[in-house]
């Protein structure tokens, strides 16, 4: 599926997420449905032109996969590729 950038004030919130280095609700899509995942974020960075965030426990997610953190809900895409 190709990468569609998210929008940039909801980057802000996983930046800011980041930043405060507490335990997030993040849950995001995948192949077998939407997960729920209680972890730190430790990274965002960008391969390929898709973007992803590195969770504590390892895990790496697609932004555009993600549904929402502490509630904060993704609502839309960038139109910039």
Request: include cysteine.
């Amino acid at each position: 599926m190709k990468y569609q950038p998210i929008d940039c004030n909801f980057y802000d919130i996983l930046e800011a997420t980041a930043v405060q280095k507490s335990i997030a609700e993040i849950v995001f899509s995948s192949e077998v449905g939407n997960q729920t995942v209680n972890s730190r974020v430790l990274d965002l960075f960008t391969k390929n032109k898709e973007e992803f965030m590195v969770l504590e426990n390892n895990l790496t997610i697609r932004l555009d996969q993600i549904v929402s953190v502490n509630g904060e809900v993704l609502k839309g895409f960038c139109g910039i590729a």
